[in-house]
Nanobody, 118 residues
Framework: QVQLVESGGGLVQAGGSLRLSCAAS????????MGWYRQAPGNQRELVAT???????NYANSSKGRFTISRDNAKRSVYLQMDSLRPEDTADYYC????????????WGQGTQVTVSS
């Protein structure tokens, strides 16, 4: 049974920083793309950032220059460093990991809440 466990969310003032972590556990043969998405109340889930297994990154326009995605396959983890946070970054953040068990599947974390106060 594969599980993704997220951590690092919380309450921060505008301009502050948070680092989100997502660790995978279970019988995993390998990883493909990893990413972060977010969902604010009343909104659809949206992409924040993704990273391929080769290290190619893709950021939403709202994330560029402020957020940095990284990963460590040996630790089965993906991270999101968020700097210069804004109140509009307030949302539940979800990690998304494509992996083989050996079946190829996409898994979601349970979500971690980020609240940015003005």
């Amino acid at each position: 049974q594969v599980q993704l466990v997220e951590s690092g969310g919380g309450l921060v003032q505008a301009g502050g920083s948070l680092r989100l972590s997502c660790a995978a556990s279970g019988a995993i043969f390998g990883f493909n793309n990893m990413g972060w998405y977010r969902q604010a109340p009343g909104n659809q889930r949206e992409l924040v950032a993704t990273m391929t297994n080769g290290g190619v990154t893709n950021y939403a326009n709202s994330s560029k220059g402020r957020f940095t995605i990284s990963r460590d396959n040996a630790k089965r983890s993906v991270y999101l460093q968020m700097d210069s946070l804004r109140p509009e970054d307030t949302a539940d953040y979800y990690c998304n990991v494509e992996l083989w068990t050996p079946q190829y599947r996409t898994y979601w974390g349970q979500g971690t809440q980020v609240t940015v106060s003005s």
